[in-house]
């Protein structure tokens, strides 16, 4: 096989991905107006729905312009040589390859978030807010902006510079270890991830004490779920869109609840939802996932391993110096169609791990109240009631309102 015919395979899988994509979001968009199910009816007024339709609408289009540029970029940057011009800068700094790997995807990245920015500015300051749900100010979503980068830099770039060393020091079982290393970092990340990273853009609270407390303690009693922690975000600093989540392990396990959840439900609703994340850690989904995802990575590194070496992948982006960081970008590519199936994999067992903690807090506290929160939440974020089938397949990671009511009614 020749570079340039690795080239135009690289070029076939994003136009290809584009134009899957394109065909799902299309097949979704002529689902928008069809009849709210009958079991449902009680989510939306007609004005509400309308208001949906006209959201979900303008999102679709949005979505259009801000992936079809993203793509044309992209092939442009493909078919110019962006990546050998980046790669050349580069090694004019130094000629140490952990040196020139950090600048290379350093330049790659920031450029590519700046070019992102307008985008996201006038997604969250004009879509978001003419629907009522931004509550970000501009402070706050330039200090994000600025608290990411610097995240990425320190976490990513000492990732990047081990796994470049251990490709040079190892050779062909340097996968063995940058599988470890991950596997270590994923590992901390889930454990202290509420700990050391929410801190620095949210504020978290003790829930305080009272009647909403009171009942938690009372539900996580009665199914022998020590719970010491559970906390409330500021989330409405951003969105008036709720959410509530498990994180952590032994001592370091919490239940973290959105400001805007408290407000927006019954207490006994909040209880049915904190029950529902109570089954995902009982039913074992957390470590599932956390073992999912370090075993996906370990194949990946592997596959990794027996092409990054190869100059062909270097020679396919016009790149004459063969080097780890631009094999990287090539076999990223190549590798996207794996990776888009064991995303439909996952998607498909997380879909099933919500019936799962959907039944559990059904048995272990009630179905109702559940269902009440569910049909609020999708109220108050103009959720789509009625998903393309295809769409829910290849994108959901939750059943549809519709199939999680129908689950919680069954016998």
């Given at each position: 096989?020749?570079?340039?015919?690795?080239?135009?395979?690289?070029?076939?899988?994003?136009?290809?991905?584009?134009?899957?994509?394109?065909?799902?979001?299309?097949?979704?968009?002529?689902?928008?107006?069809?009849?709210?199910?009958?079991?449902?009816?009680?989510?939306?007024?007609?004005?509400?729905?309308?208001?949906?339709?006209?959201?979900?609408?303008?999102?679709?289009?949005?979505?259009?312009?801000?992936?079809s540029l993203s793509l044309i970029a992209t092939l442009a940057f493909f078919f110019f040589d962006g990546f050998a011009?980046?790669?050349?800068?580069?090694?004019?700094?130094?000629?140490?390859?952990?040196?020139?790997?950090?600048?290379?995807?350093?330049?790659?990245?920031?450029?590519?978030?700046?070019?992102?920015?307008?985008?996201?500015?006038?997604?969250?300051?004009?879509?978001?807010?003419?629907?009522?749900?931004?509550?970000?100010?501009?402070?706050?979503?330039?200090?994000?902006?600025?608290?990411?980068?610097?995240?990425?830099?320190?976490?990513?770039?000492?990732?990047?510079?081990?796994?470049?060393?251990?490709?040079?020091?190892?050779?062909?079982?340097?996968?063995?270890?940058?599988?470890?290393?991950?596997?270590?970092?994923?590992?901390?990340?889930?454990?202290?991830?509420?700990?050391?990273?929410?801190?620095?853009?949210?504020?978290?609270?003790?829930?305080?004490?009272?009647?909403?407390?009171?009942?938690?303690?009372?539900?996580?009693?009665?199914?022998?779920?020590?719970?010491?922690?559970?906390?409330?975000?500021?989330?409405?600093?951003?969105?008036?869109?709720?959410?509530?989540?498990?994180?952590?392990?032994?001592?370091?396990?919490?239940?973290?609840?959105?400001?805007?959840?408290?407000?927006?439900?019954?207490?006994?609703?909040?209880?049915?939802?904190?029950?529902?994340?109570?089954?995902?850690?009982?039913?074992?989904?957390?470590?599932?996932?956390?073992?999912?995802?370090?075993?996906?990575?370990?194949?990946?590194?592997?596959?990794?391993?027996?092409?990054?070496?190869?100059?062909?992948?270097?020679?396919?982006?016009?790149?004459?110096?063969?080097?780890?960081?631009?094999?990287?970008?090539?076999?990223?590519?190549?590798?996207?169609?794996?990776?888009?199936?064991?995303?439909?994999v996952m998607n498909f067992i997380s879909r099933k791990f919500e019936y799962q903690a959907d039944d559990y807090a059904?048995?272990?506290?009630?179905?109702?109240?559940?269902?009440?929160?569910?049909?609020?939440?999708?109220?108050?974020s103009l959720s789509n009631l009625t998903p393309h089938p295809s769409y829910v397949v290849a994108y959901y990671s939750?059943?549809?309102?519709?199939?999680?009511?129908?689950?919680?009614?069954?016998?």
């Amino acid at each position: 096989m020749t570079p340039q015919t690795i080239f135009y395979i690289i070029i076939g899988i994003l136009i290809i991905n584009f134009t899957v994509d394109k065909v799902l979001d299309y097949l979704n968009a002529k689902h928008f107006n069809d009849p709210i199910p009958e079991e449902l009816n009680d989510v939306y007024d007609t004005v509400e729905y309308q208001k949906s339709q006209l959201y979900k609408d303008e999102n679709y289009r949005f979505g259009i312009i801000t992936s079809s540029l993203s793509l044309i970029a992209t092939l442009a940057f493909f078919f110019f040589d962006g990546f050998a011009l980046v790669d050349n800068w580069s090694r004019s700094f130094s000629e140490n390859n952990i040196v020139v790997a950090l600048i290379f995807f350093g330049v790659i990245m920031l450029a590519s978030d700046i070019i992102s920015i307008p985008f996201s500015y006038y997604h969250t300051f004009v879509i978001e807010e003419k629907y009522g749900f931004n509550k970000t100010t501009t402070r706050t979503f330039i200090l994000d902006k600025i608290k990411s980068w610097l995240m990425i830099i320190v976490i990513g770039g000492l990732l990047l510079s081990l796994i470049v060393w251990f490709y040079e020091t190892t050779g062909d079982v340097f996968w063995l270890y940058a599988w470890g290393i991950i596997a270590i970092f994923s590992f901390f990340m889930n454990l202290f991830y509420a700990r050391l990273i929410v801190p620095l853009f949210n504020k978290q609270t003790p829930l305080e004490e009272g009647s909403l407390r009171s009942k938690i303690e009372s539900y996580a009693n009665k199914v022998g779920f020590k719970l010491n922690k559970v906390f409330v975000i500021d989330g409405s600093k951003r969105s008036t869109k709720a959410n509530a989540y498990f994180s952590g392990f032994g001592k370091e396990k919490r239940i973290t609840l959105y400001d805007t959840l408290i407000k927006d439900l019954e207490e006994d609703e909040i209880v049915a939802v904190l029950a529902h994340e109570v089954g995902h850690y009982k039913k074992m989904h957390i470590v599932f996932n956390l073992i999912a995802t370090i075993a996906t990575t370990g194949f990946t590194l592997w596959l990794l391993s027996l092409f990054i070496g190869n100059s062909l992948l270097s020679e396919a982006l016009h790149v004459s110096q063969p080097s780890f960081h631009i094999g990287l970008i090539a076999f990223g590519v190549l590798y996207s169609p794996i990776s888009e199936i064991t995303g439909l994999v996952m998607n498909f067992i997380s879909r099933k791990f919500e019936y799962q903690a959907d039944d559990y807090a059904r048995y272990t506290f009630d179905g109702p109240p559940l269902i009440s929160a569910l049909k609020k939440l999708s109220k108050n974020s103009l959720s789509n009631l009625t998903p393309h089938p295809s769409y829910v397949v290849a994108y959901y990671s939750h059943p549809t309102l519709l199939q999680r009511f129908k689950n919680l009614n069954k016998n």
